[in-house]
């Protein structure tokens, strides 16, 4: 057994190396080529006011112009929390995901004046947080936490408000009504 054992090891060794020497790979000079710059997909849009309602959506001005936006088909609407399409009003900043055909954007989400929020909690008091802006910001602004929050510790563990403490870092989802204080929908943690 042993003797079979040697010549199967002996079956698997590696040739040497040959003995002559080798160049150094040569370092290849490469050129720094401009960073992209973000341009949305077919699939998104952002940044549109609607303008008008009509019956089959509504109406967006951006930059570029006025986009209209069919609603038939959408799958989701949010705008704080999940809602009818027939709740998207004049002055809402939408943002979209769907297909493109010519002059029309097909929705399947649409997402209601939402933004996105990190920051450093100084206070929390009753329904309101407190935040500075992580550095080299040093701006306060004030969230309302929405009857609709939820917390999360990392990716998805459930946590509530009174998990967070001053001095914690945090980032989160809100809805900014018109007129009104944002209100934090989502906030999430590192363990």
């Known amino acids: 057994m042993p003797a079979l054992l040697v010549l199967a090891l002996g079956c698997t060794t590696v040739a040497a190396a040959p003995t002559q020497s080798t160049q150094p790979p ?9 960073s992209p710059s973000y341009e949305p997909g077919p699939a998104f849009a952002s940044g549109g ?3 008008r309602i009509d019956a089959s959506g509504v109406v967006v001005r951006n930059p570029d112009g006025e986009l209209e936006v069919d609603l038939t088909g959408v799958r989701s609407v949010w705008k704080e929390t999940e809602v009818a399409a027939s ?15 010519g002059a029309t954007f097909h929705a399947r989400y649409v997402w209601a004046n939402i933004g996105r929020f990190d920051g450093v909690v100084r206070a929390l008091v009753g329904g309101k947080l407190e935040l500075v802006g992580l550095p080299p910001s040093t701006r306060t602004f004030q969230l309302e936490l929405s009857r609709y929050l939820v917390v999360v ?10 998990d967070l403490h001053p001095g914690m870092s945090v980032g989160g989802v809100m809805y900014r009504p018109k007129n009104a ?8 943690f590192s363990p």
């Open 26 to 34: 040569r370092s290849v000079a490469v050129s720094p080529s401009p």
């Open 49 to 51: 006011t609607v303008t």
């Open 87 to 101: 709740d998207l009003e004049v002055g809402d900043q939408l943002d979209l995901s769907g297909t493109r055909s």
């Open 153 to 162: 510790r990392g990716a998805d563990i459930p946590a509530t408000v009174g």
């Open 181 to 188: 204080t944002p209100r934090a929908t989502k906030i999430w």
